[in-house]
């Protein structure tokens, strides 16, 4: 069988932004989403000799750093798709970079795999988008997932669970994630580093200039800020109850 697993690499704490509202990344330590991590170890974990496992992002040269994390894990083989062009894509011009990759080069993928969000974005919209675009059925809130002819899956929303028939084809997400992550074993580090990392632009994704990044995004970014966690603490020792409800009146007007 034939997997191809979709991850991101994503700024390591916190989700500063540039002004245009897109992710800082410049400066910042990178890591491969957790989310992502996570689905692409499920993943692994069902392949049987003869299985191959492809990971494939959208990044800048960098993120060839999130990929050879996911080739030391296990991975078989990785892609970059990389170019520009794609800064500043939304979630709809993203997908249609990623669509348009898994038309071209994992047409016969028998399972696509997304984990549910991503630590930098947190929409959750791009596995769905993606199944549009391919015309695939699609499967949210992944738990489990056992292999077979079709697959079958255990969806979790909460305080039901579902489990149902999922169609080789069909593009999936697991809902889990692992902050501690994975040690990757020494073979699997030293082998990583002897594998290719092949990049692709928009071009040899037959991609227009117009389909992706800002001028292919129908998203608009009208301000993005970055809240601030820090709490003002002010101890005081009032015996009157109306001086003391003041005060709380006071400094809540001044916080909102």
């Known amino acids: 069988m034939r997997y191809a697993v979709a991850v991101k690499q994503v700024p390591d704490s916190g989700s500063a932004a540039n002004p245009d509202g897109s992710p800082a990344r410049n400066g910042r330590n990178s890591i491969l989403d957790p989310y992502c991590e996570l689905a692409l170890r499920r993943t692994i974990s069902l392949k049987d000799e003869g299985d191959t496992v492809e990971v494939f992002t959208m990044g800048p040269p960098q993120a060839e750093k999130a990929l050879r994390r996911c080739l030391s894990l296990g991975a078989d083989h990785a892609y970059l798709l990389t170019d520009p062009d794609f800064a500043g894509s939304d979630t709809w011009a993203t997908s249609r970079v990623l669509a348009s990759f898994l038309m071209r080069h994992c047409a016969d993928a028998d399972l696509v795999v997304f984990g549910m969000e991503t630590l930098d974005g947190g929409t959750g919209q791009v596995p769905a988008e993606v199944a549009k675009m391919l015309d695939v059925p699609q499967f949210y809130y992944v738990r489990t997932l056992e292999k077979g002819s079709p697959f079958v899956a255990v969806q979790d929303y909460g305080g039901l669970t579902r489990r149902i028939v999922v169609p080789r084809g069909s593009v999936v997400s697991f809902c889990d994630v692992d902050p501690d992550g ?75």
């Open 182 to 256: 994975a040690l990757p074993t020494i073979d699997g580090f030293i082998s990583s580093r002897e594998k290719e990392v092949i990049r692709l632009d928009r071009v040899s994704l037959g991609l227009g200039l117009y389909s992706v990044g800002p001028r292919g995004s129908p998203t608009r970014v009208v301000r993005s800020e970055v809240l601030s966690s820090e709490r003002r603490n002010t101890m005081v020792e009032i015996s009157n109850p109306d001086t003391a409800a003041d005060l709380i009146i006071k400094e809540w007007r001044s916080s909102t």
